[in-house]
């Protein structure tokens, strides 16, 4: 007789373990959720991703660098002041240098401009600087006298090249296709976290119902339980 209660009440514990731990996993998921969705929020807080500010500093790089080279080369070939008359007031495409630092600078304003300002998400606006630079790179060194005139004349034009073409590649193939994985990931992470909100986050006692699970023999036992009593009742 006392097996009975004691079959109940190992029932509404399981029962209550397993609402406790339904629970338990809901409160998890959603915290997990919620913590995802601030550190996707916290980024485009930030206004500009991390491989974007790095390209920025690239670019950034690239204007340092040939405008250095350039004034190496106005010192090294008779003094900056001299040099810098000859190639910027008496500015000659065949044998002055001056065309490749504006180049650079073109470079500098139109991709600053387009990734860092307007935050473009598009290759068309460093499709445009690679064109120009590589097509007046190609024909100053075909039409110029530049090899004529040093180290420098090799130096400048290649490394301008050498550069644009590595904007082109970090832009295309790391800034652009990291950026969209994340927006992907942060529209996945905000359809679960609303998807979480459908589900209550807690059920009561008088809604939670599960079904005691039947026992191997526990039939068995309640037949000859029964059986043992109807003597007794008869007597």
Sequence with gaps: MNHL???????LTGSQSSHASLHD??????????ARIESYEG???KGISDVRRTFCLFVTFDLLFVTLLWIIELNVNGG???TLEKEVVQYDYYSSY?????LAVFRF???ILAYAVCRLRHWWAIALTTAVTSAFLLAKVILSKLFSQGAFGYVLPIISFILAWIETWFLDFKVLPQEAEEENRLRIVQNASER????????????????????????????????NEKPLLEL
């Design 196 to 227: 979480a909100a459908l589900i209550p986050g807690g059920l009561s006692d008088g809604q939670f119902y599960s079904p005691p699970e039947s026992e191997a023999g526990s039939e068995e036992e309640a037949e000859e339980k029964q059986g």
């Design 80 to 82: 900056i002041e001299n």
């Design 5 to 11: 209660p004691e079959a109940m009440e190992n029932t």
């Design 98 to 102: 001056f065309d490749i630092f504006l």
């Design 109 to 111: 304003k139109v991709l």
């Design 43 to 45: 980024r485009e807080k």
């Design 25 to 34: 996993v809901h409160s998890i998921n959603a915290t997990q959720l919620m």
